[in-house]
């Protein structure tokens, strides 16, 4: 609103504060904005702050004390206001709470100047004179006396230019102030803050200046970024769409090169990332893979079984060897398949990324740009699958035994046998150790043999002392045929004798014969029957049984081989066993280093090397169509706000620039 007569100003002062603060000497933070246009009056920005209140009335919250306070400090602590700190000359200054606020904010004065109001309402006989000039209080800006108009002037609504008259006769006519009078007065105080204002401006100017210049540099950069929508018209539309394709397509060969200026510092990605999978995630996984936890030996034994036929085998049969290593070989798929789709998430994540500030500004092209490499990736990505899954099926139909990595049949029977020598002496030694450090029968005291109960001499040099721990080759030789010649002796004098009890050595390690079980069962006729499937009588009953699949003799055949599998192996089995294993495993090997070196090939070749060449052909081909530009050049309306915001602040900045330049 525009006012042309203070009374009213006046007025409308006196009722936004009723609306805004109440009618009962209520206070708020929202200012009253007044701007006085006068040829008549200086450049200046006024803010008249609330005077101190210390107890509240009215409508003034209990905290009006702390409020007032953090209001004044809140405009007077900024580095480039002036404080007008108002005193009333017929107080005792060292009271005045206005200095107090301001030397907090200002301890040495530089920007405070000092208001004495009420010069007229003093004592006789006293005056404000050493305030005024500096004796009292110092202040680098000092201190200016005014005379305001009293209540009862305002009352009576007399004039300003009037009230300015008087307050030039009062200083020019009193005793004490007529040397100052030029110093004095509300004119005086005008002028002296403009030209403090000025003097300060011209001392902040260099900081101001540079900041502004920092401010519109920032503008015109973020204007940049918005685009000058002028300039894009039909004729352009086709080579600002090209420009972008351009743009986005080299970002994302650049983030897989690893040429990309924005390449991050805390996280591997793009090419980085790839390589990471290849040598890290996929030869990780290939080496965690056992070539034979899922086969026990069980499964190894039926394989060569299986691989014979009806007849027995003289030596291992090759067959059981494919049987068993390409069920392997396939444990390699899995990790392959997953290295080929980390690749291809790592590519994707990529191609969301390649995205620019200037590409910003439209975000369907953006859109249409990532729909189009994606779609790209994702046709890719069935011809790498099935040709990483061909590489396992190449290696898996043929088995190349003649690969020169590959151990062969001699050489790991060799160490097979050679393995097992060495095993079965130190088991030879362990139990001569055991023999020498326990009897070899009861009747055995002191190192010496005993007459046995029958009358037997057991030889003397069947036990051997403590005293021969330390025992040589030749020494567990001899002691070995002694031992044998001792048992087989025990052996033939129980046979003689009817007995069917076994010697202390046979019963110690576990060698039991056939008749000692014949003679047990004889003994004991309680004992469970076994039935042996090939005596079994067939009649009628067993036939049906048969043909219903129900044979007693089916049931035994799987009883018997349960119990076979959970038995020892025999020798011979021990080491075609241990032979089919150690050669799956290197061959396993020879294939695992193949997939880990051909798959990062494959992959590299179909679909990560691929898609960088026919990247920015495809976008062409999709997206480079006329009747598409003015769809795929649609803006965002806040990104057309955001460039009028920006638009009107610079011409703001540079419009201060220029007040500036002319102050200088």
Known sequence: MQFYNFNEIRKEIENETARIAGKNKGISRIPINLKVYSPNVLNLTLVDLPGLTK?????????????????????????????????PANVDLVNSESLKLARQVDPQGKRTIGILSKLDLMDHGTNALDILTGKVYPLKLGFIGVVNRSQQDISSNKALDESLRDEEDFFLNHPAYKNIANRCGTAYLSKTLNKTLMNHIRERLPDIKAKLNTLMGQTE???????????????????????????????????????????????????????????????????????????????????????????????????????LVKPQIKLLEGPSHRCVEFVYEELMKICHNCGTQELGRY???????????????????????????????????????????????????????????????????????????????????NGKILESANGTIQPETAFVSNADSDLKPSTIASHEHTLAKANGNAADKSTANGENKDTFLKFFFGKEDSAFHQQQSQNNPGAEQRLD????????????????????????????????????????????????????????????????????????????????????????????KESMFDDLLYEDENLAQERDKCRKLLSTYREAASIISDVV
């Open 55 to 87: 107890i509240p009335i009215g409508d003034q919250p209990t905290d009006i004390e702390r409020q007032i306070k953090n209001l004044i400090l809140e405009y007077i602590s900024k580095p480039n206001s002036i404080i007008l700190a108002v005193s």
């Open 533 to 624: 499937p090939f005596q079994f009588p067939l009649n009628n009953d067993t036939l049906e049984f048969h043909i219903q699949g129900q044979s007693p003799i089916t049931k035994e055949l799987e009883r018997l081989d349960i119990t076979r599998s959970e038995s020892e192996l025999s020798e011979r089995e021990q080491l075609e066993c241990e032979l089919i294993r150690r050669l799956i495993i290197s061959y396993f090997g020879i294939i695992r280093e193949m997939i880990e070196d051909q798959v990062p090939k494959a992959i590299m070749c179909l679909l990560v090397n691929y898609t960088k060449d026919a990247v920015t052909n495809t976008l062409v081909e999709k997206l480079y």
């Open 221 to 323: 950069q973020e204007l940049a970024s918005y685009g000058n929508i002028d300039i894009v018209n039909e004729q352009s539309k086709g080579a600002l769409i090209l420009q972008l394709m351009n743009k986005f397509s080299n970002n994302f060969i650049n983030s897989i090169e690893g040429n990309s200026s924005d390449v991050s510092t805390k996280e591997l990605c793009g090419g980085a990332r790839i390589y990471y999978i290849y040598n890290e995630v996929f030869g990780n996984a290939l080496m965690s893979i056992n070539p034979t936890a899922n086969l026990s030996v069980n499964d190894i034994r039926t394989a060569i079984r299986n691989s014979t036929g009806p007849r027995p085998s003289l030596f291992v049969p090759e067959l059981a060897f494919d049987l």
């Open 363 to 445: 975000p369907k092209l953006q859109t249409k740009l990532i729909e189009v490499v994606s779609e790209l990736l994702r046709e890719r990505l069935g011809p790498t699958t099935k040709y990483v899954e061909s590489l396992i099926e190449i290696h898996r139909a043929y088995i190349n035994t003649n690969h020169p990595n590959f151990v062969g049949a001699a050489s790991a029977m060799a160490s097979v046998v050679e393995e097992r020598q060495r095993v079965k002496e130190r088991q030879h030694v362990n139990k001569v150790n055991i023999v020498n450090n326990k009897p070899l029968n009861p009747f055995e005291s």
